[in-house]
C-alpha cells in the first residue's frame, strides 16, 4: 500500500516535473557524475533519532533549530559551551504535513537563546540523546566570510561542493533557492535533509525558495510551498514579513534581504510594500553592507531563462528601490552557470548599481547551462557554466572580497575574485 502511494506520488510528480521543465535549456548531463541522487543510508537511525537537522538565524542572538524524527518525541533542545554538559534548554512546536499519500516526520521548530557571539556551542535535540550536535554563532562585528551557492539538489556534484564549503571557513550559508530538486517526491526532501545535515547543523543556512520548491499540482494539491515552508522556517516574522517567502535579517555589519521569485512583487502587493518598508529600516552605520538574494536572476546572458517574467517582470517592478536603497550586490541562482555582472542600473553600467551574481551552479541533477548569448554583454565581466561556489568574505566597513571556486579545482584556487568597496562608503553614490 506504502509503496503503490508512493509509486503513484512520484507518477504525478513526474508528469508535472516534465511540463514545467519543458521550458528550460540546460539538459546536458555533467561528465561523469551522473545525475543519480545520493541518498544517505538511514540505518543509523532510530525512530526517534534526530534527523536533518538544520539552524538559522533568529533575530540577534537567537538561533532555530529544526530537526525530524520519525516518531513522536518533544520539540526541546538542550545546550552549552562545553561538550556532553547542557546547562540550557529550550522548548517549541512541532508539526507536519501531508503531501498526496506522504505523510511527513515530526518536524521540530525551537529557537534558543540568548546566544554569545563567535561561540562553539553543543547540543542535543528531543529525546534520544545520543547524537551530539555543534554550531558556531557568527561573529558580532565584521570581518564575516558568507558561502553562497543556490540551485544545490543532490548529485554526486552536490556532495563535492558541500566539502568545499565545509572547508572554506564559512560563518553563514545564504542559499538562493532550489533547494532539494524533490519535485513532488517527498522522500527526496528527506534524502535532502540528511545529506546537508553536516554542515547545516554546524552553521547558520539562510535560504530563499526557487521554482522546485512550488510543488503546486492544479486540483490535487493547489497550495503551493507546502514541503519547503514546514521544513524551512526562516526569520520573517522577526523582519516584519507576513510570510516565509521572503525575509531580511542582520548579521555582523550586514543587512541580508531574501526575496520571493514566484510570489508577488509587483507595486502594490504584500512582497512590495514590505521590501520597501524595510529598506527603510535599514542603517548604513549599523550595516554598511547591504545584500539581495532572489532566485531567478535580473540580468543573466546565459540563453537559459532569457526574458522570463520571474527575472525581467521583477526588475522592472523593484530595481529603482534597490537602486535607490544603494543595495550594493544582487546574488541570485535558476540559471546553472556562474556570472558576474559590473554595477547595473536599467541595464547600462552604474556606479551606484548593485553587482548583480549568478550562482545557480551547486550541483543539480538537470546539468549545466552551456550557451550564452554572443557576443559577451559589455556589463557580463565573467561568465562559465562550471559547477562550483561562492565565497563573500567582507572584510570592513568599505572592503569585501567576492570570489568563485570550481568543484573541478582545489578549494583555495579562485577561478573569479574581485574586491568591491561598499556603496555606502562611495560619496559619489551615498545619500545616506
Ligand atoms: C537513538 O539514536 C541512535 C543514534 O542515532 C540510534 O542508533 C537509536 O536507534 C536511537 N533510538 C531510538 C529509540 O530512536
Ligand atoms: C579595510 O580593508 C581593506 C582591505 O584589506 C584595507 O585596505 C583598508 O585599509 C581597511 N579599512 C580600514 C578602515 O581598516
Redesign the pocket.
Known sequence: MAIRGQLLTMAIGFAFTAAFLRSAVCFNPPPQHDALDVLPPTN???????QQVHISLVGKDKMRIMWI?Q?ASPATVEYDTSAGTYGYSATGSTYSYEYLMYKSGEIHDVVIGPLEPNTVYYYRCGS?S??EFSFKTPPVQLPITFAVAGDLGQTRWTKSTLQHISRSGYDVMLLPGDLSYADFNQPLWDSFGRLVEPLSSQRPWMVTQGNHEIEKIPVIHAHPFTSYNARWHMPFEESGSNYNLYYSFEVAGVHVIMLGSYTSFEAGSDQYKWLEADLAKVSRERTPWLLVLVHAPWYNSNTAHQGDYEGEGMRKAMEKLLFDARVDIVFAGHVHAYERFTRIYEGQANACGPVHITIGDGGNREGLCRRYLDPQPQISVFREASFGRGQFQVVNATHALWSWHRNDDDETVRADMVWLSSLASDPACNRM
Do not use: D, E, Q, W
Open positions: 543509523y537511525l532510530g525512530s526517534i533519532s534526530p524524527t516518531h534520544n545520543s547524537r
